[in-house]
């Protein structure tokens, strides 16, 4: 996996340990894939892996966002969830989630890997092992006068529909774009669901059944801390990728 940026390909080496029995041939495709478009979110980032659409899958049958990996990555205070995403089998993308933390600033091409951990079934870390430091590798200059490819353009340029950059471009150098919405990730169309669920049900005990409204903000205090803890985060995190294989955020995805 010398094609991926240190903490992409710390993350795809948890995900071949985790996903190993499900997704047998997850390693052979990573390391077989080209690099696609690279994108910070602003709110986690997105890799996209090109695979041989003539290679034959293990598991045809699996579809969607998969994986409870994690990274601990340095200039962010809570760790990045990540999923991969697969099409009847084949690897498409890496999907990081910040748990709505700026990313921003973050340079994901290079960014040091602290730690790496997956999440059982339980909502318990298990660290996978300390993440390899290693540099990223120099990208050799194109020669005067020599095309560039589509790939090429699309990892060196930002996409015109979103303000998300390229990893390793600076801010600064990014053109000026018209401000658009991103589309939101499952797991923050999961949160957005819980804080409407919460406060439904808030509002309900306060009106309908006379609840006093201070022990009623406790407790919704109390279950929206516990939903961006680290346990929390997780089973929402698994949640949602269920939600996201029955096709429930499907309307919400561009078109």
């Known amino acids: 996996m010398a094609h991926l940026a240190p903490l992409e390909a710390a993350v795809m080496e948890a995900m071949v340990w985790q996903m190993g029995d ?7 495709q990573a390391a077989a894939s080209s690099p696609g478009l690279r994108r910070n979110t602003g709110a986690g980032l997105y890799s996209q892996f090109l695979v041989d659409a003539n290679r034959r899958a293990a598991n045809p049958d699996a579809t969607g966002l998969f994986g409870t990996v994690h990274a601990v990555v340095r200039g962010l205070a809570d760790p990045v969830g990540f999923q991969i995403e697969l099409r009847q089998g084949r690897l498409t993308a890496l999907h990081g989630w910040s748990y709505g933390r700026d990313t921003r600033v973050i340079d994901f091409s290079s960014v040091p890997v602290e730690e790496v951990f997956t999440v059982d079934e339980h909502g318990r870390s ?30 060196q340029e930002p996409t015109p529909e979103s303000h ?40 309900i005990l306060v009106f309908a059944l006379r609840l006093p409204i201070v022990m009623v903000l406790v407790g919704v205090v109390w279950v929206l801390r516990a939903a961006h ?14 939600l996201d294989r029955q096709g429930v955020f499907q309307s919400f995805r561009p078109r």
Request: glycine share 10%.
């Open 126 to 155: 298990v660290p996978y092992r300390p993440a390899r430091q290693t540099e990223a590798p120099a990208v050799p200059r194109a020669k005067p006068g020599v095309p560039t490819g589509v790939l090429q353009r699309l990892q």
């Open 229 to 242: 803890g680290k346990k929390g985060r997780a089973q929402l995190a698994d949640f949602a990728a269920r």
């Open 22 to 28: 499900s997704v047998p041939d997850l390693a052979a």
């Open 164 to 203: 998300a950059k390229t990893f390793g471009v600076p801010l600064g150098s990014q053109p000026a774009a018209a401000p658009t919405l991103e589309p939101i990730s499952p797991v923050g169309l999961t949160f957005v669901g819980l804080y409407l669920a919460t406060a439904l049900v808030g509002l």
